[in-house]
């Protein structure tokens, strides 16, 4: 049997997806009084429990051969250093202790590329980078480098793990709506009057999930792989939301520093609305940031093989349709 942390969210719910596709018993932890809506209809056993719940996960891994630790907290939003340190640095450690505890097999831990420590422009990000919380930009990143090294003091320990650092996550099933998902929606919608100049590595939730498999099957154990997938220009994005909704583009583009400026008010209305931003200072900083990402280990070792950043975006739309979450 294996086990889900963070079952519920994007790529969470898309992996149980596929491992019940392969015939899997799957076992997940969902959070008291969680919405569970990704996952209704899947026929999984559920165990209620938190990361941050030792006991929990020690019922959660009980007899588990392997643990898919997808559970962390995404947040582009500025302020909330202290409950990411819990979740994505004290949670990953007390996961790594119950499955070194429980004898689990194989323990899968999805970190970020933005855990590994980031190099001028122009060098490509590869897996020998250091996970180094110090040379990482923003909270998040740094809460996702000490998150990775505490699974790989794991493995000193003796734990199996295999660490996965995905780039940004696009597709379908997007129920909580990921930040390219709520792009696209407020595009479709007619909330998106301007763009920010800059470019990122976008990946498949399906195909990251297909990367995480092979690596339960096929990874070494203590090794990092990549899971990215196409660098693309924001107005590229914008070019291809266009030509498949047929809805106008907009052209008006906000410059760097005041996007900046902007993005920090725009996060504070947002927190005080109970609402997801567009973009934040930190968002905006990633847009400019080095996102020459290399896939080819996982590629090799793996055979990981990431499809055409074209088809997510339309894909994801079209899901977005399907459950009434954009005009038709």
Not at 48 to 60: M, T
Not at 157 to 169: E, K, Q, T
Not at 200 to 224: N, Q, T
Request: glycine content about 8%; hydrophobic content about 40%; proline content about 4%.
């Amino acid at each position: 049997m294996f086990a889900v942390t963070g079952a519920t969210g994007h790529l969470g719910n898309v992996l149980i997806r596929e491992l019940l596709k392969r015939n899997k018993k799957v076992r997940v932890v969902i959070l008291p009084g969680e919405d569970t809506a990704s996952i209704e209809g899947l026929e999984v056993e559920r165990i209620e429990g938190n990361v941050l719940d030792p006991d929990s996960l020690r019922r959660a891994f009980q007899g588990i051969e392997v643990v898919f630790h997808c559970a962390g907290i995404i947040s582009i939003i500025p302020g909330q250093r202290e409950q990411l340190f819990q979740v994505n640095v004290l949670g990953t450690k007390n996961v790594v202790d119950i499955c070194l505890e429980e004898k689990v097999k194989r323990l899968i831990h999805i970190s970020s590329i933005h855990a590994l420590s980031e190099p001028e422009k122009g060098v490509v990000i590869t897996e020998e980078r250091p996970f180094d919380p110090e040379n990482v930009l923003g909270d998040y990143s740094h809460s996702k480098a000490l998150g990775s090294l505490e699974v790989l003091k794991g493995v000193e320990r003796g734990l199996d793990a295999v660490i996965i650092c995905p780039s940004g996550i696009i597709g379908p099933y997007d129920y909580r709506l990921s930040e390219m998902g709520n792009l696209i929606v407020s595009y479709i919608n007619g909330k998106l009057k301007a763009y920010i100049e800059g470019a990122y590595d976008f990946v498949d939730v399906r195909d990251v999930v297909e990367g995480i498999i092979l690596a339960s099957e096929k990874g070494k154990k203590g090794e990092c792989y990549i899971l990215s997938g196409q660098q693309i220009t924001v107005i590229d994005i914008l070019k291809y939301l266009e030509e498949i909704s047929g809805i106008k583009a907009p052209s008006v583009k906000i410059p760097y520093q005041i996007a900046k400026v902007f993005g920090f008010f725009n996060a504070w209305y947002c927190s005080i609305f109970k609402t997801k931003p567009l973009f934040t200072p930190y968002s905006v900083d990633v847009l400019v940031s080095n996102s020459l990402f290399s896939n080819q280990k996982a590629k090799d070792s793996l055979g990981y093989i990431p499809r055409p950043i074209y088809e997510s975006i339309s894909d994801s739309l079209q899901w977005f349709r399907e459950k009434g979450m954009v005009r038709n």
